[in-house]
């Protein structure tokens, strides 16, 4: 499994070294600072549909952190091990709100560093399943590319989770103009035609859509969803590449400090346990957040 070096918050000016032996010796007795467990996740809220020029749109809260995604559409070429099918693209910037301790280099480490996650979760050699048939034009040649714009409003731990909860959500909810090809005619070359009827879109499966899951060690706990002083007294990271329902992903190895096969592997059990609770939860609410379009279009 790959070792990496991704730093996905600043330092924290925490003052002194005794604060955070304090947050570490809670966890190790199962009390978090905010009264959590140590497999308990902070209470989130999903949004969609909440950039109007965009063809989906999300905003996930995951306690303090804050990630808002757009999604637009362009011509590409499909990728080489996929010729049937579409391709997405990720850029990820910091908002300038967002605080000091996360502008200029730091902010541009964290973004390149959330980049390079979801990169690697989404590439289709790395075992991603999702289907991105429908939005091929012609097979090898064109397609539809989705572009996948992250903004990070706010950082309080578990940015990879909030994000990939956040892009979820977007596809989810997205409608993606139909794009077919014209037939050629006499002497000429089959073009590109774009529905102009709004109803005439595709929607996305996005039920093999990955999710990351981190799991971290504190002490001598692990635990999910880390707040950003939890992220600073962490020794090792375990994230796990959650497909779908199924309990069954990749996982990559984040710090200095070394971890035992046996516990790397409870902890990727424990990070592959979340997927189907947090996949159904987000599923629920992208289908109320459907359905309220339904109606308010009706």
């Known amino acids: ?67 808002l995604v757009g999604i637009k ?11 049937h099918a579409g391709r997405l693209q990720f850029s990820v910037e910091c908002s300038p709100c967002i605080g000091s301790s996360h502008q200029g280099r730091a ?12 990169e690697h979760a989404f590439d289709p050699s790395s075992g991603n399943r999702l289907d991105l048939s429908a939005l091929c034009i012609v097979p090898a040649k064109q397609c539809l590319v989705l572009q996948v714009d992250v903004l990070i409003l706010s950082i309080d731990g578990s940015l990879p989770d909030a994000a990939s909860l956040a892009i979820k959500a977007a596809l989810g909810a997205a409608q993606v103009p139909s794009v077919t090809l ?31 899951v981190s799991v971290a060690r504190v002490g001598n706990s692990s635990l999910v969803d880390l707040t950003a002083t939890e992220e600073a007294c962490c020794s090792a990271t375990v994230q796990a590449v959650v497909s779908g329902d199924q309990p069954r992903g990749s996982l990559s190895l984040r710090g200095d400090a070394g971890v035992s096969p046996d516990l790397l592997l409870d902890m990727f059990d424990q990070a592959l346990g979340c997927g189907p609770a947090l996949d159904s939860q987000l ?3 992208v289908h109320n957040a459907l359905k309220s379009r339904e109606v308010e279009a009706a």
């Open 283 to 285: 599923a629920g609410a």
């Open 107 to 118: 902010g541009e480490a964290v973004s390149a560093a959330l980049t390079a996650q979801l």
């Open 182 to 212: 014209a037939e050629a005619t006499e002497g000429g070359e089959a073009e590109l035609q774009l529905d102009d009827d709004p109803s005439a879109t595709l929607t996305i499966d996005t039920r093999a859509c990955p999710l990351l």
């Open 73 to 83: 559409f362009d011509l590409g070429t499909p990728h080489v091990s996929q010729p």
């Open 1 to 67: 499994f790959p070792r990496q070096k991704y730093c996905l918050t600043a330092p924290l000016e925490m003052g002194f070294g005794s604060e955070l032996a304090f947050v570490v010796r809670g966890c190790e007795t199962g009390i978090r600072e905010d009264g959590r467990s140590c497999k308990e996740w902070r209470p989130a809220s999903v949004q969609t549909d909440v950039i109007l020029s965009a063809i989906g749109s999300s905003r996930v809260r995951l306690g303090g952190t804050d990630v």
